[in-house]
């Protein structure tokens, strides 16, 4: 089943952990020094938030499915679309190793659909990258990105 993912960059983890506490009725499911996700069930979303570097406020929506077989459907229906997507297995970043892709509406909205795998201890370290810094996390390098891409997203 598919839950929608949004990742918004703050500029004050603890006072937006708060907001969306408030906000969402609930604790977030993940918090750290630098990140906070709630995994919420009405509505069925993904909500991550962090406080790193990048332009504040909405970063990249997309979708979390459950299985890789999801994420093979999903990336065929893309495909099939002729939409240009980034695919990257293993990649690790927001806590998390995952399957996922990449691509771009055409108003640049980064939209990152993908299936987690395993919760891991560090913000991220791209599989495409093997720096721990806060650039390796998530989308590939912004000159392996097609042009359609544009722009460097953080994961969530």
């Known amino acids: 089943m598919k839950r929608f993912h949004v990742h918004v960059i703050v500029p004050q983890l603890d006072e937006s952990v708060r907001f969306y506490s408030g906000l969402f009725g609930a604790e977030p499911t993940v918090l750290k020094d630098d990140y906070a996700k709630w995994m919420l069930e009405d509505p069925r979303v993904n909500f991550a938030i962090s406080a790193r570097d990048g332009e504040v406020g909405v970063n990249h929506l997309g979708f ?24 990257q297995r293993g990649a690790q970043c927001c806590y998390a190793s995952s399957n996922k892709y990449w691509s771009q509406d055409p108003a640049g909205v980064p939209w990152e659909t993908y299936h987690t795998l395993d919760d891991i201890p560090l913000f991220g370290m791209d599989s495409h990258d093997a720096a721990t810094t806060k650039e390796a996390c998530c989308a590939p390098a912004t000159a392996s990105i097609p042009a359609t891409i544009g722009r460097s997203v953080r994961c969530g």
């Open 64 to 87: 979390q499915v459950d299985s890789d077989e999801e994420l093979s459907a999903l990336h065929e229906q893309v495909t099939a679309a002729n939409v240009n997507l980034i695919e």
